[in-house]
């Protein structure tokens, strides 16, 4: 099975040792992928994008990192510089997740930017989180996302990792916004993360949610629904800082063989999930690049440096070449 031009639409690759650990795994799969800032200072202005960008193509070949900023009070003049060289602007509300303490208080504060930003054409992206219940905070997110939508009317909105089977409908009620799909929201539930033995791996924000969400977002992805894209957030930690309570999970070395055994067989869906509908999307143009799997037995890694992969040591049906 070939797949042409594979995009990770929202990854995690931090910085140093950890970057040319994890890295090798997901230029094996994808030719290009939109790369998060919420580093330690975050990525948000130009001399840190550049040099973050710098360390990704020394660490890499054949590899397009479509880069992200993190969402503060930006001039007209920063964002006009660094329109040309930034996919999007990622807004996390502040404290939500990793490294977000410097996110958006108010979103009020930001309508200038997001103003700017529509006529632009620089596309939003949103960690869609309240303070709420935690299996609560992306139902009660939607009101934001519909505020956002209405008034900005020409701004694309992602919204990040769905993980609440309610998101999805808005996809059809405003045209502007868009949905990334991570492989633990469309394959777990909460039970393999608590319902026997605690798997700190499994353990995200967004966290993974009921079996009828999972179901609701299968049916999108099976559909090959158009505004719906893969992302993977694939968010390594050491396995220290898992224990310790970190959110995220490192899902970069079975993206492929576990999304071929889950579309079996229905390449044009996948094809459509993995590239084409992003590619359509947001007009992005990377170097066209072709990934082959074949099937064959293969066992996920079970350790990456110090990170335990999602599914560490299981057997799939299909391998990357
Ligand atoms: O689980 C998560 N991990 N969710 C996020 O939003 C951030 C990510 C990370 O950076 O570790
Ligand atoms: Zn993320």
């Not at 229905?266 to 074949?294: G, H, Y």
């Amino acid at each position: 099975m070939i797949l042409n031009t594979p995009i990770d639409m929202h990854l995690h690759l931090r910085e140093g040792k950890m970057l040319r650990d994890v890295i090798p795994y997901t230029i094996n799969q994808f030719a290009a992928a939109v790369i998060m800032p919420n580093l330690v200072p975050p990525v948000d202005n130009r001399q840190r994008l550049e040099s973050y960008k710098e360390e990704i193509l020394a660490n890499s070949e054949n590899f397009t990192p479509l880069m992200n900023v993190f969402m503060r009070e930006y001039t007209e003049d920063e964002l006009l510089d660094l329109a040309e060289d930034i996919f999007a602007i990622k807004l996390y509300p502040a404290g939500i997740t990793t490294n977000s303490e410097g996110g958006v208080k108010s979103i009020e504060n930001i309508y200038p930017v997001l103003e700017i930003m529509q006529e632009l054409g620089i596309p939003l992206s949103v960690h869609g989180e309240t303070n709420g219940f935690v299996l609560d905070r992306e139902r009660e997110f939607a009101v934001v996302y519909e505020k956002l939508a209405r008034d900005f009317p020409k701004l694309k909105i992602i919204m990040e990792h769905v993980g609440t089977a309610d998101l999805l409908g808005l996809l059809e009620e405003y045209e502007n916004l868009y949905a990334t799909v991570t492989l633990h929201h469309l394959l777990l539930t909460l039970d393999d993360l608590a319902g026997g033995m605690l798997n700190p791996h499994f353990f995200c924000k967004p966290i993974i949610k009921t079996p009828a969400d999972k179901l609701k977002i299968q049916e999108y992805v099976k559909k090959g629904h158009k505004k719906v894209m893969f992302g993977s957030d694939s968010a390594p930690h050491t396995i220290k800082n898992k224990l310790k309570g970190a959110a995220g999970v490192f899902s970069a070395p079975v993206i492929l063989p576990a999304l071929a055994e889950f579309f079996e067989g229905d390449i044009e869906t996948f094809q459509k999930f993995i590239s084409d509908n992003a590619r359509e999307n947001f007009n992005i143009e990377v170097p066209e690049r072709k990934i082959e799997l074949i099937e064959e037995e293969w066992t996920a890694p079970y350790i990456v440096g110090e990170v335990k992969p999602m599914w560490a040591g299981k057997k799939f049906r299909y391998k990357v070449l």
